[in-house]
């Protein structure tokens, strides 16, 4: 898949994610189509990661619909031959969405990232190993990098357009969405969350923390959009090599990682754009690391589309 193959959709765009690129259906639908771009360190790379649009669409489709019956979502289809039955438009263009692409419901998007911490790790435990708090908020003395919290921390976030999100506490996200609003929030991230914690748990990998994002549909429903419980937007870790104490690998980008940070160490980047150019093996791990991830969470393997698009 090229940038001018989604260029030539016959809809309108309507933003440009990292990752993801929306387009208007009509006044009730989106188009979602995952690309293979792929980002660090807030750094879009140049390279693309075989198969990893495919694998946030199809593992995000899969929780889903294990959801279905306790959440409202948008999801009306990632099924090619369905979107195109819904999007007649679109029947030239399969080669370029099959597998990769979600229709959707439209909806009033919340302007807060609804985070689930199962784990201390990642922005949480720097802010705790420097002041024993999260979001401002104090919690309890003693805990180690990568430590589980019981009960988990809910611990929501601004949306930014650019770099990092910024913690907050649920009084501020109180203030800006009202209390019944964000306590309906709060309840269903944490019902996802110890759902796709268990069936995660079960196939041998930990979730560590994720981000949900929800709006408000045409009839007024709070609704579950965007991805879901993937490599993305969660912190997954094999659970065969999870101890405390330490920084856990994970089933992500870390070979990226690995490669910036080397790279950084050397000076050979100054941690912005533009970025290193990827080596050929660095690209190969990250994508296998992707779909290790799909496989090891849904139980089957990625089918890929039959024209090899990726």
């Known amino acids: 898949m090229t940038v ?9 765009h309507l933003r440009r994610g990292k990752v993801r690129e929306v387009y208007v259906v009509d006044d009730d639908r989106l188009l979602l189509v995952a690309t293979d771009r792929v980002s660090a360190f807030d750094v879009v790379m140049a390279e693309p990661i075989p198969h990893k649009g495919i694998v946030l669409t199809q593992i995000t489709a899969w929780w889903l619909d294990h959801l279905a019956g306790d959440v409202h979502h948008h999801m009306i ?42 784990y201390l790790s990642g922005s949480a435990w720097k802010e705790y190993s420097a002041s024993g708090t999260l979001a401002g908020e104090t919690l309890p003395s003693g805990l180690r990098e990568s430590e589980r919290l019981e009960p988990p921390i809910f611990s ?15 009084a501020r996200m109180i203030a800006s969405l009202g209390p019944d609003v964000a306590a309906e929030l709060e309840r269903l991230s944490r019902l996802i969350y110890e759902h796709g914690r268990a069936i995660a748990a079960s196939r041998g990998i930990i979730i560590a923390d994720t981000k949900f994002e929800f709006g408000r549909d045409q009839e007024g429903r709070i609704t579950l959009i965007d991805e879901v419980l993937t ?25 990226l990682r690995d490669y910036l940070d080397a790279e950084r160490r050397a000076g050979r980047w100054n941690g912005e754009a533009p970025p290193p150019a990827l080596p050929s093996d660095v690209v190969h791990a990250t994508s296998a690391r992707y779909v290790d991830a799909f496989r090891r969470i849904t139980g089957g393997d990625l089918v890929l589309p039959a024209e090899g698009d990726a």
């Open 4 to 12: 001018a193959q989604l260029q030539s959709l016959p809809l309108r």
């Open 77 to 118: 289809s990632a099924k090619v031959d369905e979107i195109v039955e819904h999007v007649p438009a679109l029947a030239e263009y399969r080669g370029v969405i099959d597998g990769r692409a979600m229709l959707c419901r439209r909806t009033d998007v919340f302007p807060i990232e609804c985070v689930i911490r199962g």
């Open 156 to 170: 929501p976030a601004t949306k930014a357009e650019a770099g990092h999100d910024e913690n907050i506490t649920i």
């Open 231 to 255: 490599p993305d937007s969660s912190r997954f870790w094999p659970a065969e090599h999870y101890q405390p104490g330490r920084g856990q690998p994970s089933f992500d980008k870390q070979p």
